[in-house]
């Protein structure tokens, strides 16, 4: 290839995505509901793949991000595949993190216009990749969640960036610390989501907002994406390479093997274990 070239969304052959083009609208799916469409590696490689050929399709005007069935939308990371090449090796995790924030570049800066149809629940990284989207679109019963500090990590490739921006500093130091369950309802009330709907008519509402998009200008559209984009990508590229290597390092620590651990062994994090060796 000389040049930036687009292909049929079925030349691909992607695995762990589903990727299609319908007329001026693109939609990318997360296909691993088995795993509540978690990301491992080979997820965030296709997922940049299809984002850049999004990019590069001067045809497409509107992309969907969404996620395989109707129990999760995003989930974040993929806890096994960390516990088995992450845990206890920086470097190895320096690598995933890049694959994750080089995802997050490009659908951030794609040129179009991206929608969010969250059809299940959004947690920790999930939401990350929500927030990447320029608007969101739930069914009514679906919840948000980041569990970073209750699980071993921190939410720092792309919630404490833009949570502040999405619905204030208070709003975002309950989310972030408390790490409890937002209703889709609570989430449209605090601004975190466009819309909300039944989740019958989830499609239709993804499919108004579409037509509508498509009938933009594209120019205009994707300048005027790039000035709002501004303090986005300002929080981001403050902080986004510390906290690569921060979180690259912090995962030698006894908050990650134990927030891991409860996680594989489907139990409560023993906090005060955690509390006690930290003495």
């Known amino acids: ?71 999760a939308f995003c989930t974040g990371a993929d806890l096994k595949e960390q516990a088995e090449f992450c845990l206890d090796h920086p470097n190895a995790y320096w690598k995933w993190m890049g694959a994750f924030i080089e995802m997050h570049e490009k659908l951030r800066n794609i040129g179009k216009v991206t929608i969010a149809r969250l059809n299940g629940m959004v947690v920790g990284g999930g939401n990350e990749l929500n927030m990447s989207c320029d608007l969101a679109i739930a069914a009514d019963d679906i919840h948000i969640r980041h569990v970073g500090p209750a699980r071993g990590s921190v939410p720092a490739a792309g919630a404490t960036q833009w949570l502040p921006l999405l619905v204030g500093d208070r709003r975002a130091r309950e989310i972030l610390f408390l790490c409890e369950e937002i209703p889709a309802a609570q989430a449209l ?51 986004i390479g510390h906290a690569r290597d921060w979180l690259s390092l912090h995962n030698l620590a006894p908050e990650v093997q134990e927030g891991i651990a409860a996680f594989l062994e489907k139990r409560p994090v023993d906090y005060a274990k955690v509390r006690e060796e930290m003495r």
């Open 1 to 71: 290839m000389q040049f930036p070239e687009t292909k049929p969304a079925s030349a691909f052959g992607f695995r762990n995505i589903l990727y299609a083009k319908n007329g001026h609208r693109a939609t990318v799916t997360i296909n691993r509901p088995e795993v509540l469409n978690c990301l491992n590696f080979p997820t965030l490689r296709e997922l940049h793949r299809a984002f850049e050929d999004v990019s590069w399709d001067d045809q497409i005007r509107v992309l969907v991000v969404t996620g395989a069935g109707d129990r």
């Open 189 to 239: 009330e605090w601004g975190l989501i466009n819309q909300v709907v039944p989740r019958a008519q989830l499609d239709g509402a993804v499919d108004a907002w579409c037509a509508k998009l498509i009938d933009k200008l594209p120019e205009c559209t994707r300048y005027t994406k790039q000035h709002l984009n501004f303090w986005r990508d300002f929080s981001w590229h403050l902080t």
